[in-house]
């Protein structure tokens, strides 16, 4: 199975500041990495697919990057609404795995 | 708009079946996988396993001698039934749309359900 981790685990940022997550997985998965948003009590949704494609209806604030086994995730510009845990997730093979998970909270 | 919804009982007893339906809504069921997803409380996220709507399946080895995914078009549903559960099974089941893009691998949820959260005790 792909493994994912993601760092870091969580972190405190303000709003206006620009956030970077990393996820990485244990071996190349191309682009074939996704990102989700989550916020408390709510089912994730989808940010990002291909590694850097937005999804429709994603303010443009996020972006995606990477390939092969280092991937990153970036809001240009944290907004209120952005604090949420945030998951990376590959489809190269199955099972597909999701990364731990990264907690973006109010500094 | 596409939407899902999960139902089925919230208490399940060890050593018994859960059971979940996924209701599809706004869209056709045909010429797409769709998926279960958990989430333990407070962890991260684990994939269980697709149907599409021809009835492939494929399933998480993890989970796999213990889970079947089944498909009823008629009535847009798709559903879970996870056998011989223990307290390690308490979660939020979501259902979910696999979408692709460009190629298979490219294989994204674009489609969730609010979730269903099955509890797991005596």
């Known amino acids: 199975d792909v493994q994912m981790t993601q760092s870091p685990s969580s972190l405190s940022a303000s709003v206006g500041d620009r956030v970077t997550i990393t996820c990485r997985a244990s071996?190349?998965?191309?682009?074939?990495l996704h990102w989700y948003q989550q916020k408390p009590g709510k089912a994730p949704s989808l940010l990002i697919y291909?590694?850097?494609s937005l999804q429709s209806g994603v303010p443009s604030r996020f972006s995606g990057s990477g390939s092969g086994t280092d991937f990153t995730l970036t809001i240009s510009s944290l907004q209120p609404e952005d604090f949420a845990t945030y998951y990376c997730?590959?489809?190269?093979?199955?099972?597909?795995?999701f990364g731990p998970g990264t907690k973006v909270d109010i500094k | 708009q596409v939407q899902l919804k999960e139902s089925g009982p919230g208490l399940v007893k060890p050593s018994e079946t859960l059971s979940l339906t996924c209701t599809v809504s706004?869209?056709?069921?045909?010429?797409?996988?769709w998926s279960w997803i958990r989430q333990p409380p407070g962890k991260g996220l684990e994939w269980i396993g697709y149907?599409?709507?021809?009835?492939?399946?494929n399933y998480n080895p993890s989970l796999e001698s213990r889970v079947t995914i089944s498909l009823d078009i008629s009535n847009s549903q798709f559903s879970l039934k996870l056998r011989s559960v223990t307290a390690a099974d308490t979660a939020m089941y979501y259902c979910?749309?696999?979408?692709?893009?460009?190629?298979?691998?490219?294989?994204?949820?674009?489609?969730w359900g609010q979730g269903s959260l099955v509890t797991v005790s005596s």
């Open positions: 979910a749309r696999v979408e692709y893009s460009g190629n298979w691998y490219t294989r994204f949820f674009d489609y």
């Open positions: 706004g869209g056709s069921i045909r010429g797409y996988y």
């Open positions: 149907i599409y709507y021809n009835g492939d399946t």
């Open positions: 071996q190349s998965i191309s682009n074939y």
């Open positions: 291909g590694a850097s």
């Open positions: 997730q590959h489809s190269y093979s199955t099972p597909f795995t």
